[in-house]
């Protein structure tokens, strides 16, 4: 960050400067820390810091205060289809709220992190709610044929995919550089199997196979739809 660049900056100034006056002058030592300190405060206004409107270079406090109420929305909507399931399928979205919340609770600790959760939450969350809500919905069809049980079952994994993936986007806000450069290979390795997922599960499709099961279970006699039954 700036200010911190700013802080080194001075201070290997001013440490340089009063190690070659008291090698090369015969000044007192009091002389030399106040030469010292007029150096460090010289160099301190001279180096760029961050501005007050910025939490972190580059990052600018209203931009911050964004992403973070955005991504509180985002934990509040895992929350909200969960209390429309059952155990175990629940604690599961109740999980991935929460570390949700983690996310946002270490962007706040540290703004350094905006560009990581901004493309978290451009491109993650948004697929992640449109699968949790396409599977929720579909849970709710009274009946569903073989087809639609599947592709729930297939969904269920999904979800299980998105805890994942999210819990490695969490992780890697939490590592160090040098360990964060694989956890960021990795995350994107999962980014692209969700991609494929929503691809699958889009939302036309998932209401099609539960228009498709209310037709086949008003059906009498369970005959298709439109074909006459047969008398017994």
Known sequence: MKSLKRELVSGAAASALLVGLAVFTNLAFPV??????????????????????????????????????????????????????????????RRIAQLTRDINGHLKRDPSNVEVATEFLEVHLPKSLRIVENFTVLSEQDHLDEEGRQRLAEAEKTIGLIEKTIAAQHA???????????MDRRVY???????GEVDRWADDDFESVGRRARREAEAPDGSPPGQPTRDP
């Not at 911050?64 to 929350?79: G, H, K, P």
């Not at 390795?189 to 991609?195: T, Y």
């Open 32 to 93: 030399l820390l106040g030469i010292s300190a007029a150096a460090y405060v010289g160099v301190r206004m001279v180096v760029p810091g961050a501005s007050a409107a910025e939490v972190a270079e580059g990052i600018s406090r209203v931009r911050l205060e964004e992403t973070v109420r955005d991504i509180r929305a985002q934990a509040a909507r895992f929350d909200h289809f969960g209390d429309r399931h059952k155990n175990p399928m629940r604690k599961q979205l």
């Open 172 to 182: 890697r806000m939490l590592k160090s550089d040098v360990e964060a450069m694989d």
């Open 189 to 195: 390795e999962e980014l692209l199997r969700l991609d």
